[in-house]
């Protein structure tokens, strides 16, 4: 079931647009969602925030989060604190300086973890996180995020044993869009 008012708050922030889009995997779209517009408006943030706090309630679990870096690490902040839970930030490469970590933040070993996203279109950089997370010792089989473009990444997640849940989808989302957008 779509989150009205978080489409509303989508809508208002004008973090969708409408176009010629090129997409991070390569691909190409006549819509876009603006993480970056969404993930930087305190209204947005804290439906979203919301959002993913009655999810993860409703799976009864006292799991750690996980926010692919970049993108998902205001999502993942924000979460923690309306719930409370700790969280840790999965990098897309270890870093050359410092700790040299891949995975920042307290992960104890064999620790369940949900990570969090915020727009799934192949679901690839999620699938690398639970890699990483995997390897760090975590057990990893959920991966939430804000808007699933509904093109591959439950397919793609479901290969790597992860189960996608979002908290709307493009057919939500695009419901009223105009007659040349595909959801």
């Known amino acids: 079931m779509a ?14 647009k409408f176009g010629e889009f090129e997409l991070s995997h390569g691909g190409t779209s006549n819509y876009y969602v603006d993480k970056y517009v969404f993930e930087t408006d305190p209204d947005c943030l804290a439906h979203i925030a919301a959002a993913f706090a009655e999810r ?6 006292d799991a750690t989060l996980a926010g692919v870096a970049l993108g998902a690490v205001p999502l993942v902040a924000v979460t923690s604190v309306e719930t409370g839970i700790p969280y840790v930030i999965a990098r897309k490469q270890a870093k050359e300086y410092g700790t040299g970590n891949r995975i920042e933040g307290d992960l104890p070993d064999g620790e369940e973890v949900i990570i969090l996203e915020d727009i799934a279109t192949t679901g690839q950089s999620a699938v690398d ?5 995997r390897e760090a010792g975590a ?4 991966v939430l995020v804000v808007v699933d ?3 591959g990444a439950r397919e793609n997640l479901a290969d790597h044993d992860l189960e996608l ?10 419901a009223d869009a105009p007659d040349d957008v595909d959801a």
């Open 129 to 133: 996180a639970a890699e990483a997370l």
């Open 165 to 174: 849940a979002s908290l709307v989808t493009a057919s939500d989302l695009l």
């Open 56 to 61: 993860i309630a409703e799976w009864d679990t």
């Open 3 to 16: 989150n009205d008012d978080l489409i509303a708050a989508l809508r208002d922030a004008d973090a969708v």
């Open 149 to 151: 473009r509904e093109e």
């Open 139 to 142: 057990v990893v089989d959920r």
